[in-house]
């Protein structure tokens, strides 16, 4: 054999393992890096995402504190529906201690919420309307939740400055099945 025909074979040979050692080495390996490049960047998107759901619910945990905080204050202003004789006879002292002459109180149908109870009270005041003023105002202290309805002032035509009231006002309580 001659030293031409070695070479030749020795070239084909290094070009048989250049074609085997890519076929069989480098084209698996630069496939493999390129999947494991692919889920790195899957990896990393998720980890961003994953970083604001968590920035995110930092956040909602925030605000979910302070709303219980709200709702904390909200039901303390909301006495159980055993203290409603006690709310009305405080309703009742304020406005006998303003100088009104309560006529008439009825209960009339209580309205059930979610939460809470609304009962209202048709009532029927006598006196002067600075003593309504003040009766409103101090009502409107009061640590109970209440709200005023069909408010109907009428002047009393034998005396000066006398007059009547009848209105309804709701008391609210918290829902004892809630």
């Keep these: 054999m001659n030293s031409g025909l070695r070479h030749l074979i020795f070239f084909v040979l ?8 890519y076929a069989y080495m480098i084209k698996p ?7 494991q490049r692919v889920q790195m960047e899957s990896s990393r998107a998720k980890l ?23 709702i904390h204050e909200f039901e303390s202003k909301l006495p159980p529906s055993s203290e409603i004789y006690t709310v009305l006879e405080n309703v009742t002292l304020i406005a006998q201690r303003h100088g009104l002459v309560p006529k008439m109180i009825r209960t009339l149908k ?26 409103l105002l101090e009502l409107e202290r009061m640590d109970r939740i209440t709200k005023i309805r069909q408010l109907e002032l009428k002047k009393k035509s034998k005396f000066e400055g006398q ?12 829902n004892a099945k809630a």
């Design 29 to 35: 390996a630069n496939e493999h890096l390129v999947r």
């Design 110 to 135: 209580t309205a059930s919420n979610q939460g809470y109870i609304e009962q209202p009270l048709e009532m029927e005041l006598h006196g002067d309307f600075n003593s309504y003023y003040a009766f």
């Design 14 to 21: 290094i070009i048989a393992m250049v074609y085997v050692s």
């Design 48 to 70: 961003t995402e994953l970083a604001k759901a968590k920035t995110a619910s930092e956040d909602l945990t925030v605000h979910l504190e302070q709303m219980e905080k709200v």
């Design 163 to 174: 007059t009547e009231a009848k209105f309804i006002m709701s008391i609210f309580f918290q």
